[in-house]
Every structure is written in C-alpha cells, then in structure tokens.
C-alpha cells in the first residue's frame, strides 16, 4: 500500500513537472492559436453589418459560403490544384527518395538529402517569383526558344494558367515530400527485401508486394505535408495566377480585408479548415489500415 | 544492390530541376538588361548597386533581423520547455496539448495569420514589427519543438542520473549535463526558426500594420517590372546567406549527432 502511494505520488509530481515545464509553450499556444482559431468559429457564426459584428448566432454565412456559386468554384479550384500538385510531387519525389535510401552509399546519405533541402529554405517568394520569370509571356522559356529559333511567337499556354501554378508549386513542395518517403524508407528492414527473393519473387513483385505497402505511412505523410499548404497557399495564385486564378486563401483575403466582412470571411476560413481535416482525417484513416494490414 | 543507372539518371535530373530556378538567379543579376530574358546582354553589377542605394531595403532588413532574431529565440525557448517536457515527463492531456502546439505546421498560414488579426484587432493591439513577431514564434515553435525533441531524446538518461547521484540538483545538472549536449539542437533550431521568420510573407503582410520588412518589401518590388533585375541582384544575396546558414546548422547538427553517440540518418525534419 505504502509503495503504492510512493508511486502515486511521484507519478504525481512527474505529472506536476511534466505540465509545468510544457505550460510556457502551451500557454502561448493556447492565447495566441487556440483562442484566436476559436473566435474566427464564433465570429462565423455571427453577421457582420456596418454597426459591428451581430450578438445572435445563425448558420446564414456558411448557407453562403456553401452555396455560393463563386466560393464553391474556389473551392473546387483549390482542391483540384492542391491534389494534382499533391499527385505529381509525390509520384515525382518517389523515385528519388528510394534512390537516396537504396542506391547511396550510407556516408553519402546525408549530403544527398542536404542538396535536396537546400533550395526548399530559399526564399519560397523569390522561387515563385522566379517561375513566373521563366513561364511568363517574355520569360525565360519563351525567350530562350526563340532566341534558339524554335518558336516564333511566344507560347501563351504556359503563362498565367493552372498548369504554371501546378508546376510552380509541385517544384515548392518537391523536398517537403522527399522527406518524409525516405524516412519511411530507411526504416525498412533490407533482411525483408532479400527474403522475398530468396523466396522466388523478382525484383519488381518484391517491391511491390514489400517495400511499397512498408513505405506508405511516409507517402502519406509526403501527401499530407504537401496537400495541406498548397490548398491555402496565396503567394503562387497572387504571383503566377496574376490574381486572375485566386484560391481560398485568396479569397479569405479579400472578403476579411477588401469587403471587411469578418464574419462571412470566418465562415469561409472555417470551411477551410474543414476540407483539410477532412482530407488528413481519411489519410490518417488508411495510413492506420495500412499497418494493421502489416501487422497481420 | 545492384546499380541502376536509370534511377540515378532520374534522381540527377530531379536535382537539376530543383535547382534551375535558382540558378537563374546570378544569371540575370549580372545580366545587363531590364528585361529578364535570352539572349544575355553582358555582364554587370549594376543591379547589385541599385539594390544597394534603395533606403527602404535597408529600413525593410533592419525590420526583418530584428523580427527574425527575436522569433528565433523565443520559439527556441518555447521549444526547449515542449521539449524537454514530451521527452522526459508523462503528464495528463499530452498529445492534445503537444498537438495544439504543433498546429501551426499543419494548418495553412493565411487562417493563422486572419485569426491573429481578428483578435489582435478586436483586443485593441496596434499592428507592427511587435505582432508580426507574436506570429512567428508561434509558427516556428512547431519546428523548433521537433529540432530540440530529437536532440533530447538521444540524451542517455543515465547521465543525468549519475550527476543526480554526485550531489548536483535538478537545476545546476540542466545547466551542466544537459544543456551543453543539447546546444548542437539548440543552435540548429535557433538558425531554423531565423531562417523560417525572414522567409516568412503571409504574417509579415497582414500583421505588420505599415511597417515593411524584407519579404513583404520583395512582394511589392514585384509590382514594377522595372525592379526585377534589383530583387534578382538581392534574391542572388539571400540564397547565398541561406546556404551559408543551412551549412552552419548541418554542421553542428551532425556534431550533435557525433556528441551523443548517434548514427547520422540525414535532414533536418
């Protein structure tokens, strides 16, 4: 009994201490995220007219949001940028990562994943600034071809499009995705792999049926990483769109700080943060059924 | 394994293409046109002078060093409290207090960034350099949490307990043993949190009020083509100064790595 009490009361103080040493951190985390996210739910709830923000509580703004034929093509247009933009990197950064964790030499594991890194922690506005220089209607790509005498007229199919905001951003996240996918990679067991072939099947069907299922928490954790900045990204539909393909962070902008509608401005944020939990819900959901496949 | 050349073929031109844009760069700030544009017209520096003679880049610095320094160590501080707290202690509510506190690395940086505003306005808070900073220690504490957790978790417990067993008290082993173990975490995460607070737009923009610092003075350069080979000049300048910061924090976290007896399994995330 008395050794029990012992126990309760250290794992009480390990609590206290524990709680203690993190409140610094949690507390700022809970005034300046938790209460700041909390109202942006209150204030959409409410409505906002010239006189100030309205004390009833009603659903009216996401009926707009929801209904609203320009915030659903918003919407639709995020979402469909930030998955193909989550496809491609990810189907692209594949290869490398299994390069990096399979084909180089351990000692030259790191320098690899260093030169990967490195143009992920220049500035992200320059390199956006720089494809729109390269995809522009007198940019780099069109200049050079002509100036090669490929061309004779500037393409305009690469300038101010979805497909140069996909390239701008599939290149921004491109290290985002690596990471990830070789972490998961480096974890495999490499006895694993010559088993299967010990056990008669070729090198494709091994990877396939081993290292592919082992490795995808860390695709969907590259899906994730990558997904969830791009859907709110401002800067490439600001910059490469011309402000004429706006997203929802976009759009977030203009109605809080061009109409200063805070409340419908909340409701859309809101909606926002809803279609990514939604999305990393049902990741998470087949990132869990995935390792209960593999503890079968 | 056997070599797959076309593997290493891919992985090469991959590389090539994260670093195309990039090294754009140098190439038209040299270059002696306004135009960005082939054929190049010959070499210049010029541009780097241009740069140079504007007063508002330098105010704009100025602004983004003071904010960058300050976010670096205030989210490195929260950092080492989160923690050294998941690392060594269980308490009540961890992964939803962890959770909240790693938010800011999932959630997009306009809905951070409008939810500050709102409330920074409704509560009366004057924007400036000041708000900008509220904003980014709270978003490079998440990556400050993550450099520093894995700094402490290759600390061998024993250590600790064998100063504990020599007479020192909780707070003088911190400062004697651990500290100096975790200073390789420690200084990474204070040249990340640097690095990620002087990128940093979105905050910076909507949170600044109208104090300009140096990603939102790039963002407005963008508006007058004629300013481009100017931020191509300064672009050329950052890049270097993130390489030669990114080396430093590789260096001494693979120290921190060596120091604590660890195997090097590459990056910083």
């Not at chain 1, 309205?54 to 703004?61: E, H, I």
Request: with cysteine; hydrophobic share 55%.
């Amino acid at each position: 009994m008395e050794q029990g009490a012992a126990r309760g009361r250290f794992r009480n103080s390990e609590a206290a201490n524990g709680l203690a040493l993190v409140s610094p951190t949690a507390i700022y985390a809970i005034l300046l995220l938790a209460a700041p996210l909390a109202a942006v739910v209150l204030y959409s709830l409410m409505v906002d007219s010239k006189v100030g923000l309205s004390s009833g509580l009603t659903f009216d703004n996401y009926l707009k949001v929801w209904t609203g034929r320009i915030d659903q093509a918003l919407m639709l247009r995020s979402l469909t940028v930030s998955s193909v933009v989550t496809l491609v990197t990810v189907l692209l950064a594949y290869p490398v990562a299994y390069f990096v964790s399979f084909h180089v030499k351990p000692e030259r594991k790191s320098m690899w994943i260093f030169l990967i890194t490195i143009p992920f922690w220049t500035s992200y506005l320059i390199r956006v600034f720089l494809w729109k220089v390269i995809l522009g209607y007198n940019g780099v790509v069109n200049s050079g071809l002509m100036s090669l005498g490929i061309i004779d007229e500037p393409l305009t199919i690469i300038n101010y499009s979805l497909g140069s905001m996909i390239m701008t951003l599939a290149h921004a996240y491109a290290a985002f995705a690596i990471l990830p996918i070789f972490v998961s990679l480096e974890k495999i067991d490499r006895s694993l792999l010559e088993a299967g072939q010990d056990l008669g099947e070729s090198k494709l069907m091994t990877f396939i049926r081993v290292t592919l299922p082992l490795s995808m928490p860390g695709v969907i954790a590259a899906v994730l990483i990558v997904f969830i900045p791009t859907i709110g990204d401002y800067v490439t539909p600001e910059l490469i769109g011309g402000g004429k393909l706006p997203m929802i962070a976009n759009r977030i902008e203009a109605i809080m700080l061009k109409q200063n509608d805070k409340a419908l401005g909340s409701a859309i944020a809101v909606t926002a943060m809803l279609i990514v939990t939604v999305v990393s819900v049902v990741f998470l959901l087949l990132n869990r059924r995935f390792l209960k496949g593999q503890s079968k | 394994m056997r070599k797959n050349p076309s593997l290493r073929i891919y992985a090469l031109a991959y590389l090539a293409f994260l670093y195309a844009p990039i090294v754009l760069l140098p190439i038209f700030a040299f270059n002696d046109s306004r135009v960005i544009a082939f054929p190049l017209q010959g070499f210049t520096t010029n541009w780097f002078a241009e740069m140079w003679a504007d007063q508002t880049l330098f105010i704009a610095f100025r602004n983004s060093l003071t904010i960058a320094v300050s976010a670096a160590v205030f989210s490195t501080i929260l950092g080492i409290f989160a923690a050294r707290a998941s690392t060594r202690y269980k308490f009540p509510g961890k992964p939803g207090i962890l959770g909240l506190i790693m938010l800011p690395m999932v959630l997009p940086e306009m809905i951070v960034s409008m939810a500050l505003l709102v409330v920074l306005i409704a509560v009366g808070v004057p924007l400036s350099l000041f708000t900008i900073i509220l904003g980014h220690v709270l978003i490079c504490t998440p990556f400050a949490v993550a450099i520093l957790t894995s700094a402490f978790q290759s600390l061998d417990r024993s250590l600790e307990e064998a100063a504990y067993d020599l007479g020192e008290t909780p707070a003088s082993t911190f400062r004697l043993i651990i500290l100096p173990l975790v200073m390789p975490g420690i200084i990474s995460s204070l040249l990340i949190s640097f690095t990620i607070s002087l990128d940093e737009f979105i905050i910076a923009y909507f949170l600044g009020g109208n104090q300009t610092v140096l990603s939102v003075y790039i963002f407005g350069q963008f508006r007058f083509p004629a300013k481009v080979p100017a931020v191509m000049a300064l672009g050329t300048i950052l890049v270097c100064i993130s390489i030669i910061l990114l080396t430093i924090a590789e260096y001494f976290r693979r120290r921190g790595i060596a120091k604590s007896g660890g195997k090097d399994t590459g990056g910083f995330l």
